[in-house]
């Protein structure tokens, strides 16, 4: 049985790219950028009007003139117009290109509409309400760095600069597999000795939310079983994801096929609570990763450990942690790390805190429902006192 950390480390260490692909900038939202996006050209790409009024030449106002008639108008979309009688002005529309021979835009706000034109009530100043030709951005300009995480603002960026198909970091193949005699389909109604299969869902429906899809499979309490579909699916997935089947029992066939089977074991057994059975693995460039069946070790283990090899693949930072305050004491005597079921609270004085309710055990599947992570509470003294400072693991969106 190894630490919490060391098993972390471990973890990292066998981490892996996966290369990239071209996807849609329409399926590219919360994918993992491998390019940089430049600008195609200056932002904005011309002097952009920014308030509905009038242009007008500043130097006919620094003259005197405060009456200026209309000579045309510009609109967001038109060609840019020309003004011609420095003593009129173009009526303009926000987005529209600041007119040539014109300077300075005044609003609706500060004018009034008279029979001779429009009249200025303020005093005003040059250059005043124009969004000026790459004010923001230098064409050739560095938008948007590889390795991002791309989210709405970034895909409009890349639909303002032409970009249609983007370079993305690709996700592993994933087969999720369920194990145990136990387990029946949704659809079916259990005897008194078994349970529907749920866990598998659980852990299809977080991939999903990372944008990994997923193909589900069953194993028997069988080792010839066990090893049938292990040598047929590692031919087709990167990642193999277990839960159940990798403890002490008698049926707990995993571990054994799978070191049969030339899988490296990298470690079996972590010094923590729950999911303390957790099997990790690979062989070339095969990863499992063997979680206990029992709900919330699956979940924990997935979140502690899965979550962190994903970011480390993906080279996203997996080294910074969630920090929140305790609302209760914990007491937990065991020797090990202790992850506890915790709901979250924001603070006035914008801290988080965290309060912990541990639940039934690591089979209360309805428990998560009611909470939002798991806070981490190492191993090495028995009481963790309201006010401590600690580390949390999301399981949703926090706030």
Not at 269 to 292: D, I
């Amino acid at each position: 049985m190894i630490p919490v950390e060391k098993a972390t480390n471990i973890i990292i260490e066998n981490s892996k790219d996966f290369g990239t692909e071209e996807v849609s900038i329409h399926h590219s939202e919360g994918r993992i950028l491998a390019q940089d996006i430049q600008a195609d050209r200056p932002f904005p790409p011309f002097n952009r009007v920014c308030m509905d009024g009038i242009a007008i030449a500043y130097k006919s106002y620094q003259l005197g003139h405060r009456t200026f008639q209309v000579e045309s108008v510009g609109a967001a979309g038109d060609p840019i117009e020309t003004l011609n009688d420095p003593l009129k002005c173009i009526e303009i529309m926000t987005g529209a290109p600041l007119p040539i021979n014109t300077d300075t835009v005044i609003r609706y706000e500060d004018l009034i509409e008279t029979s001779a034109g429009f009249k200025i009530t303020t005093e005003i100043y040059p250059d005043k309400n124009i969004h000026f030709t790459g004010s923001d951005h230098k064409g050739g300009e560095t938008l948007l760095s590889h390795n991002i995480r791309l989210g709405a603002s970034e895909i409009g960026v890349m639909a303002t600069v032409g970009i249609e198909k983007v370079k993305v970091k690709k996700y592993p193949k994933v087969a999720l597999i369920s194990s145990g005699e136990e387990l029946v389909a949704i659809s079916d109604q259990p005897l008194p000795h078994q349970i529907r299969r749920s866990n598998i869902y659980v852990l299809q429906s977080r991939l999903r939310e990372l944008r990994i899809e997923s193909d589900t499979y069953h194993f028997k309490d069988d080792s010839i079983d066990i090893v049938n579909q292990v040598r047929n699916l590692v031919d087709h997935y990167d990642v193999l994801m277990i839960s159940g089947g990798v403890s002490k029992g008698k049926f707990d066939f995993i571990p054994s096929v799978l070191e049969n089977l030339r899988f490296v074991k990298l470690f079996h057994r972590v010094s923590q609570r729950p999911g303390k059975p957790f099997w990790f693995g690979k062989k070339r460039n095969k990863t499992v990763f063997a979680f206990p069946g029992n709900p919330v070790s699956s979940f924990l283990c997935f979140h502690k450990y899965f979550v962190t090899w994903l970011k480390a693949s993906l080279n996203q930072d997996y080294h910074s942690s969630l920090k929140v305050t305790l609302l209760n004491d914990v007491t937990f005597k065991p020797d090990l790390t202790y992850f506890a079921q915790a709901k979250l609270y924001p603070g006035k004085d914008s801290k988080l805190y965290a309060e912990v309710r541990h639940g039934n055990g690591s089979g209360d599947l309805v428990n998560p429902t009611i909470n939002d992570g798991f806070v981490e509470l190492p191993k090495g003294k028995n009481l963790f006192k309201k006010g401590e400072i600690v580390n949390f693991i999301p399981y949703r969106s926090v706030f």
